[in-house]
């Protein structure tokens, strides 16, 4: 009985241990100029971006508006539910909000996090940019960080935190704590 009980109390102080790495690079990562911003898909109802691809938006065109990068690629397939790609969504998001159409790259085949950097970096690579700003929920920033490193994408991140989801980004949270080891272990570098 007391070993189980020992090994519970590991397995917890890891799970706790990795929230607060996950959580604190999420808080503390800082963007710096690159050559594009790579926004990360997420749900879209309909033809309209829900409030956390929204956000992520809002944060890449501020980032975008500072000059820290002059192209960005939207990246994100068509998942259910959804009429149009996400990368088609989030240009027109962009778009509407004064990005010029020709600074807007689409990614348009994606349907997971790993997918999303893997075939931008190619989009990136046919448009001579080898740097990036990874733009996401701050939840999401390290398992995209150490996934863009293995494939070789110079990065640094930008996040968003939206308080009024408060139980969607903590649900959020509880999923990278499978994704994060998933990355650590899984994600293959380019070849």
């Known amino acids: 009985m007391t070993t189980i009980v020992v090994v519970a109390a590991w397995i917890l102080l890891g799970l706790i241990a990795l929230a607060a790495w996950i959580v604190g690079f999420g808080f503390t990562a800082k963007p710096v100029a690159s050559d594009c911003i790579i926004v990360l898909g997420c749900r879209l109802y309909g033809t309209v971006p829900s409030p956390f691809l929204a956000g992520r938006l809002d944060e890449a065109l501020r980032v975008y508006n500072q000059g820290l990068a002059p192209y960005i ?23 509407e909000r004064g990005v010029p159409a020709d600074r807007v790259i689409l990614e348009d085949k ?15 690579r046919e448009h001579g940019l080898s740097s990036a700003i990874i733009v996401s929920n701050r939840y999401h920033l390290l398992r995209a960080s150490i996934m863009a490193k293995k494939m070789g994408i110079e990065s640094s991140c930008s996040g968003v935190f939206l ?23 899984f994600v293959r570098g380019n070849s």
Do not use: H
């Open 73 to 95: 690629v939207v990246a994100g397939g068509q998942g259910p539910g959804e009429d149009i790609t996400e990368a088609e969504a989030m240009k027109r998001y962009l778009v």
């Open 110 to 124: 994606s349907t997971s996090t790993e997918e999303n950097l893997r075939f931008s970096l190619q989009r990136m």
């Open 163 to 185: 308080s009024q989801y408060l139980s969607s980004e903590v649900r959020g949270l509880m999923r990278e704590l499978a994704g994060v080891p998933y990355a650590l272990l």
